[in-house]
């Protein structure tokens, strides 16, 4: 496996926003500057933005807050684990194949994802050190049939810690995506694993944009927003924190519990919106959901419920 460890290091040297020169870093590093110049590559290869001045060197356009586990641990004080993943291909697929050895609530976090993917299989942008790539795995005794309406849970819970954190007005949107502004901050993807009759192994998986530039157009192909410059070692341990509690809620009062608090958060209820359902289109106004987590669409004064894992919902405005 191909080591990270010298591009990593030139991170952390470059994390504090200052200019820092070639042959400063190559005496660093006690290599040529052309090595230096191989890292910088690798660096740029991993979405990170650099400046560079002739005579003054390197830096960072922006300073980079980089994953700390005593802080983190400090934030969070619980039993279960975080484990900070500086280059992964997915968080949630290094959860997936490491469910024998995990707990309810262990969580990983990594800087960059090589292979992110969203709903439905679609690629994730994961530039180093810029946004949110957060895992946590649960245990669902009660089987999978009992994860009915989890991703919708924690939409909620999530919105609810950065709201908290950053006093945005941040919104959720059915089934599995956080709105500021009426752009898309966020994604969620609760994948299952476990047989039928058996507990259900579920990791889920939450990617936040905090200070994301230019996106690739062929993977971010909508409107995004940025929650800001925050604290990643608080908002880390308040997502773990805020998601034990509510899991826990979860398991013992189903969706309904919530569907209130989505009521309340939802970023298109009363609004016209359309479905994409495969080429068809269906237009109406949301009002919300039912305890299954359908979406509830009013059309000509009548309330249909629509679910499924290839249902699209857009505003119609």
């Known amino acids: 496996m191909r080591s990270y460890q010298n591009p990593l290091k030139l991170i952390e040297i470059l994390a504090d926003g200052n200019f820092h020169s070639g042959e400063e ?15 910088i ?9 650099l400046s560079s001045i002739q005579g003054k060197g390197y830096s960072l356009k922006i300073p980079m807050d980089l994953f700390n586990k ?13 484990e900070i993943l500086p280059i992964i291909d997915s968080t949630n697929q290094y959860m997936l194949d490491k469910i024998p050895e995990l707990k309810s609530g262990d969580c990983c976090i990594a800087e960059f994802q090589s292979k ?3 709903r439905r299989g679609r690629q994730w942008f994961s530039p180093f050190g810029t946004n949110l790539y957060f895992s946590m795995y649960w245990r669902l005794e009660q089987g999978i ?31 599995n995506d956080l709105y500021l ?15 039928t ?7 889920i998986g939450i990617g936040v944009n905090l200070n994301m530039t230019n996106p690739d157009p062929n993977i971010v192909n909508q409107k995004w927003a940025n929650l800001g410059n925050i604290n990643r070692n608080l908002l880390v341990a308040k997502i773990a924190k805020t998601l034990r509690e509510n899991l826990e809620k979860f398991e013992k009062n189903g969706l309904a519990f919530f569907i209130d608090d989505w009521n309340h ?7 016209p919106v359309k479905l994409l359902i495969g080429d068809d289109v269906i237009r109406g106004v949301a009002k919300g959901i039912n305890d299954q987590g359908a979406l509830l669409l009013e059309q000509n004064g009548k309330i249909q419920a629509y679910i499924g894992g290839e249902i699209s919902l857009r505003s119609d405005e």
């Open 181 to 195: 502004n009426d752009q898309k901050l966020a994604g969620i993807l609760v994948e299952l694993a476990g047989k």
């Open 265 to 271: 958060l939802d970023n298109f209820i009363h609004r």
């Open 197 to 203: 009759g058996d507990c259900a192994h579920v990791v």
């Open 25 to 39: 870093l190559a005496s660093d590093f006690g290599i040529t500057r052309a090595g230096i110049n191989k890292y």
């Open 116 to 118: 992110a993917r969203g």
């Open 145 to 175: 049939a009992a994860a009915m309406g989890l991703s919708l849970v924690v939409g909620i819970v999530v919105t609810q810690a950065l709201r908290e954190l950053s006093g945005q007005d941040i919104k959720v949107k059915w089934p």
């Open 70 to 82: 005593s802080k983190i641990d400090q934030y969070y004080q619980a039993d279960s684990r975080v």
């Open 41 to 49: 590559k690798v660096l740029r290869e991993w979405g990170i933005e």
